[in-house]
């Protein structure tokens, strides 16, 4: 039988039982430690740089597009389908490169310029269907808070209770696994086809995944308890442009036909949603690393339970080292992206054994992960993922 263990209130000394009996030792740097060790370089914005990345990936765009108008000319049913399916993958990869772009100007690390930030950034969100400043202020919540039990915005882990486990003090298992939890490998691709393409319009709509908020959550709502008062003309703006994005497209739709709106703009649109909910839960989702709770969190510690994951020198290009660079960019997000590769360099040696890098090939990490992290303890400042 499981033993019962403090509960920790805000302001009450730390509950650590599990860091402790996991050997993890909670650091002590700051902000500043990390800053210095970084050449000043890195931090400096051009924008004329970041201007050449949009043209990069808007040229091969629309190249990609411009060759799949022979697709259909191919002779062979057989070849024409492996044709759309490798410019299905390769312009999802492209555009996921460019949502990359737009998130940067959300961070004002695009340019010096708020307005070019702000500008670039809501015309390429609004081409991708993301309502840019909604979206812009709840991830700027997230950067705020990463790692923070209570207070991080996007996949926030479930805890025991909430899954409908026993307490862990009437638990004959309590450090898993669990068979009440366990899924079978058809439920396993279910839940990750949903999760994949689903998953991140629905967080836009429904704030799915996210901290629970009163009433009707979503980048659309601008009463809603995620944004202030002040930011409602902005979050109105954003609705309007996915609007008018959607309204361009049911105009192509009307002219080129809607199956061919679906091929040229809709599949590989879900696979930028693939890309960008696989991206965030393997940064932030791992069995070795703890959430913390308030009386323990503090910014920097939540930085440092970011993964560096390295998905391959093709996809580290086309989606300018998001994923392998992911550390330096909570830390300093206003940092550019064509700075980050060196800066973590630095990062690595200012941080020591609280670097985290993980280059499993991402399919595996994805089913380690998938597994391993089903829930977390109600009780605890320091608490790790369990199945």
């Known amino acids: 039988m499981a033993t019962k263990r403090n509960v920790s209130t805000v302001d009450s000394k730390p509950i650590i039982d599990e860091a402790i009996e ?12 990390i800053r210095d060790a970084i050449p000043a370089h890195c931090f400096r914005r051009d924008t004329f740089r970041s201007l050449t990345y949009v043209f ?7 190249a990609l597009g411009y060759a799949a108008t022979f697709i259909d000319k191919t002779p062979n049913m057989y070849a ?12 999802g990869v492209v555009s996921t490169g460019l949502w990359v772009i737009g998130h940067e100007c959300g961070h004002q ?16 969100h609004t081409l991708l269907l993301v309502p840019y400043h909604s979206w812009k202020y709840s991830h700027s919540k997230h950067h705020k808070a990463t790692g923070h039990l209570d207070k991080d915005q996007v996949f926030v882990p479930k805890t025991r209770s909430q899954i409908g486990l026993p307490p862990r003090d009437q638990d004959p298992m309590p450090e898993g696994p669990h068979s009440a939890i366990e ?5 396993v691709l279910q ?29 659309f709502n601008p009463n809603c308890a995620i944004y202030d008062k002040t930011q409602f003309w902005d979050i109105m703006s954003s609705t309007f442009g996915v609007l008018g994005m959607i309204g361009v497209l049911t105009y192509c739709g009307q002219v080129f036909g809607s199956l061919a709106v679906i091929k040229y703009y809709v599949i590989p649109y879900l696979c930028v949603n693939f890309w960008l909910v696989l991206i965030t839960y393997l940064q932030h989702t791992d069995p070795s690393l703890p959430h913390y709770r308030e009386n323990v969190w503090n910014f920097q510690r939540g930085a440092a339970l970011t993964v560096d994951r390295s998905f391959g020198a093709v996809l580290n290009y086309f989606h300018h080292h998001i994923t392998d660079t992911h550390v330096a960019h909570h830390f300093f997000s206003t940092m ?18 609280h670097y985290h890098c993980d280059n499993t090939p991402f399919p595996i990490a994805l089913f380690k992960v998938w ?8 009780e605890g400042d320091v608490v790790f993922f369990k199945n």
């Open 191 to 219: 839940r990750m086809f949903v999760m994949f393409v689903f998953g991140w319009p629905f967080y836009l709509l429904t704030n799915v995944s996210g901290q629970p908020y009163p009433g009707w959550a979503s980048h």
């Open 371 to 378: 597994k391993a992290c089903r829930f977390l303890e109600d």
């Open 80 to 91: 024409r389908i492996a044709l759309w399916l490798v410019y299905w993958t390769a312009q």
């Open 56 to 62: 990069h990936d808007l040229a091969i765009m629309l």
């Open 109 to 124: 690390a695009f340019s010096p310029s708020k307005t070019i930030n702000d500008g670039v950034g809501f015309v390429l």
């Open 183 to 187: 899924e079978t490998p058809i439920v």
């Open 22 to 33: 996991r050997n993890w030792e909670i650091p002590e740097f700051t902000v500043k430690d």
């Open 336 to 353: 550019p992206h064509y700075h980050a590769e060196e800066a973590t360099v630095h990062i690595k040696k200012a941080l020591g054994k």
